[in-house]
């Protein structure tokens, strides 16, 4: 595996893997690997010839007292386990890499971005498209893996794909929980264990959710009171938001007769945490 820094040298190894015609994957990530991202890295291996992980703690995507420098960061650790997966390449960029000037052109995808996370951290999706379009350019790949617990980020980067004609296929991968329901996320290393126990109102929530709407209601409001409830029976828990939205747009719904994305987000200490589940209340119980 190389573990490149530059941007000149990555396009130019990928770039002959490309020439070779070899099918180039991306995982971009923003390392403090764990299960969740380790199955993207499978998949990707899986389904390309060449595999590029980058590993990069945009401060783009970062607003004011956000966890930047506290954010987790394990490199050498990630570097071992990318090794024995038998990744091809890592891309590990420096901010002056990155952003060696002050950067004036950023990537800004309306409405899918306004939304849910977009509402309580202004100019995060501006971040992270410019970081995902950036990357792109560098490496190139045909496809490229990200996680569906981060819904809306998955969203607005096919959009972006879509309306920029850029040629990369996204594909987006299952949530990976432990065993008791919580999803896997770097941030849940912010948690002490009485916190962890009670983050599993998360996917609690989620799963209530999904058995009322199993059962006939398709009321939004009666169903995020529901989860409300669940959330609040938690001391240390605070709710930023509790959403029932289209899975594609990402717009509040008033009635649910259509596939929908719940999704939450709670503060927990120090520790966000985000989740969601896509519920098609076609498929009601019997």
């Not at 007769?257 to 939450?264: T, Y």
Request: glycine content about 6%.
């Amino acid at each position: 595996m190389k573990i490149i820094q530059s941007i000149e040298e990555t396009r130019r190894i990928v770039g002959q893997a490309r020439r070779e015609g070899q099918t180039v994957g991306l995982v971009p990530t923003m390392g403090a690997l764990h299960e969740g991202h380790f199955s993207l890295i499978r998949r990707c291996r899986e389904e390309c010839d060449y595999s590029v992980v980058s590993i990069y703690v945009n401060p783009a995507q970062f607003g004011p007292g956000e966890d930047l420098k506290t954010y987790p960061r394990t490199f050498e650790a990630d570097c071992d386990a990318c090794r024995e997966m038998g990744l091809d390449l890592l891309f590990a960029p420096s901010n002056r890499e990155m952003y060696p000037r002050e950067n004036l052109t950023w990537i800004q995808v309306e409405k899918i971005s306004e939304h849910l996370c977009g509402a309580s951290r202004p100019g995060f999706f501006r971040g992270v498209g410019t970081i995902v379009t950036k990357l792109f350019n560098i490496i190139c790949p045909n496809i490229a893996y990200f996680g569906q617990k981060d819904a809306q980020q998955l969203a607005v980067i096919r959009r972006m794909v879509t309306d920029l004609n850029m040629p990369v296929e996204i594909r987006g991968c299952p949530t990976i929980r432990e065993a008791d329901g919580l999803a896997l996320s770097s941030r849940n290393q912010y948690l002490t264990a009485r916190q962890r126990q009670q983050a599993l109102c998360l996917s609690k929530a989620l799963n209530h959710a999904a058995k009322l709407i199993g059962n006939g209601q398709t009321n939004p409001e009666m169903i995020t009171k529901a989860m409300e409830k669940i959330v609040r029976e938690q001391p240390e828990a605070k709710i930023d938001y509790i959403s029932i939205v289209d899975k594609d747009l990402l717009h509040p719904l008033p009635e649910i007769d259509q596939p929908v994305l719940i999704a939450m987000a709670v503060l927990l200490g120090s520790a966000r945490l985000i989740d969601n589940i896509i519920v098609d209340p076609a498929q009601k119980k019997s």
